[in-house]
C-alpha cells in the first residue's frame, strides 16, 4: 500500500477547505490557487468572463458538463468542487475516475475496474449480456431481501 504520508502530501489542510460553502467560492478559490484570472477560465468553458464572475458569486450555477469541465482543467476533485467533499486535489484522490454519464442531474463515475468490467460486459454477444444482466438483477434483489 502507499504511503499515506505520501499519497496526501498535495492535500490542503481541511479547515481552509471546509468554510468554503458555495461552488463559486470553491471555484474561485481553486482558480487563483492555479494563478489564473476569470479570462482565462472563461476561455477554456467556451463562456464570458461574465458568467465566471457569476458563478464564483453565486448568482448562477454552472452546468454539471461545466462543473465537470472546470474541475479538470483547475485539477481539483470533482466531488470537491461540487459538493465540498472530500479532498480538494484530484491526484491525492485514489481513484482514477472517468464520466460515464449525465443522468437525472447526476454525474456517474467509474473507476477503472468498473471501466474494464463494462468493456467486458460490452464485448459479450446479445444473449450473454441478457444472461449476465439477469445474473445481476438476481444478486440485487437478494441483496435487497437480505436488509429487510
Avoid: C
Avoid at 489542510?13 to 471546509?18: A, F, H
Avoid at 463559486?24 to 458568467?51: F, W
Avoid at 465540498?84 to 475516475?97: I, K, M, P
Amino acid at each position: 500500500m502507499d504511503d499515506p504520508k505520501e499519497m496526501f502530501s498535495n492535500a490542503k489542510p481541511v479547515g481552509i477547505i471546509n468554510h468554503m460553502k458555495s461552488i463559486g467560492e470553491r471555484m474561485a478559490y481553486a482558480r487563483k490557487e492555479k494563478k489564473l484570472n476569470q479570462k482565462d477560465l472563461a476561455t477554456h468553458l467556451g463562456v464570458t468572463r461574465g458568467s465566471i464572475s457569476q458563478y464564483e458569486n453565486g448568482i448562477i450555477e454552472p452546468s454539471l458538463e461545466n462543473l465537470d469541465r472546470t474541475a479538470r482543467f483547475l485539477d481539483v476533485s470533482f466531488e470537491w468542487l461540487a459538493f465540498g467533499r472530500g479532498l480538494q486535489d484530484r491526484s491525492a484522490n485514489t481513484g482514477n475516475y472517468e464520466v460515464l454519464a449525465k443522468n437525472d442531474h447526476r454525474l456517474v463515475y467509474l473507476t477503472d475496474s468498473e471501466r474494464e468490467l463494462v468493456e467486458n460486459y460490452q464485448k459479450l454477444s446479445k444473449k450473454l449480456q441478457t444472461s449476465v444482466s439477469n445474473i445481476v438483477e438476481q444478486m440485487d434483489s437478494a441483496r435487497k431481501n437480505s436488509k429487510k
